[in-house]
């Protein structure tokens, strides 16, 4: 199964491609039933996996051995993975792009920030020289085979964000992402200059974009539209409301009932990930 042309596909047809951030393989397991696109997030895997905010503590053997989890749990996913900034060095970059494609990744967005990295939606991100980041660009597109490859710039200002999402889409990179857009007048800017190249859109809550319906980002002619952590966040509020519940009851658990989830529920859920229950799918698919 080629899955980055799957996804290539998909951001090509009409409409908005959604693409659920997920943090671990729970959480998949849950999204996996609600849509078939799913974004590996920096800022969820950083707080999964080490507990610890999103500012470049991730390496990448821990990220690509993952993607391998998933795509075996999952064969059916777009998986778009976030790679940060390629883990600093282009060699690496281009290492591990080549590492996630035969693992079975759907794509890899590739940001321009320099280190100290941050958030996208967060102040004090520093990018890289234009130049600098169009050579390690270029270096990932050539180590692909059929990757989709998000090019994402994290400038905050007015002139150069147009400027360098008018260099990315002269690329050949398939699509193009400016993270932390503030207002829907710059989606139509950036529409603008990018001209027909695949635009994608990133939310998350209580970030610095407006919060869009999936027919509003069509309107405005955004292709794809990843959403960073609703997994996660939803995951605290409810783990913090249980836990608070629980210590009020005198550690009573509540009584289980046909709307909640118990140990069958959850058995039921992740058996559907054992790979032998998956049905077979032509290798030309």
């Given amino acids: 199964m080629n899955h980055p042309n799957r996804l290539r596909t998909a951001i090509h047809n009409d409409g908005t491609t959604p693409l659920i951030g997920i943090f671990d393989m729970f959480s998949a397991s849950v999204a996996a039933q609600h849509y078939d696109g799913m974004f590996v997030s920096g800022f969820g895997f950083a707080a999964s996996h080490y507990g610890l905010p999103d500012i470049g503590f991730i ?83 050539k180590a692909r085979r059929d990757l989709v490859v998000v090019a994402r710039t994290d400038s905050t200002e007015e002139e150069e964000i147009l400027r360098r999402a008018k260099a990315l889409a002269a690329t050949d990179a398939d699509v193009i992402l400016v993270d932390g857009v503030r207002s829907i007048d710059w989606i139509h800017k950036v529409r603008r200059v990018i001209g027909d190249k695949p635009l994608l859109f990133n939310q998350i809550a ?73 049905d077979r799918v032509p290798a030309d698919a």
């Fill in 59 to 141: 390496a990448w053997p821990d990220i690509v051995a993952f993607v391998q989890r998933l795509r075996l749990a999952f064969p059916q996913q777009h998986l778009l993975v976030d790679i940060d900034d390629g883990y600093v060095d282009p060699e690496t970059a281009c290492h591990v792009v080549q590492q996630l494609e035969n693992g079975g990744a759907s794509g890899v967005i590739l940001e321009d920030q320099q280190r100290p990295r941050r958030c996208g939606h967060v102040d004090g991100k520093q990018v890289l020289p234009l130049d600098e980041y169009l050579e390690k660009l270029d270096m990932v597109l």
């Fill in 206 to 278: 209580g970030g610095r974009s407006p919060r869009l319906s999936l027919t509003e980002l069509q309107e405005l002619g955004v292709d794809v539209a990843i959403y960073s952590t609703p997994c996660l966040f939803a995951a605290q509020t409810a783990i913090d409301g249980a836990l608070s519940e629980l210590k009020a009851a005198d550690g009573r658990l509540p009584e289980h009932t046909p709307a909640s989830v118990g140990v069958a529920e959850c058995l039921t859920l992740l058996e559907r990930n054992i790979s032998r229950h998956h």
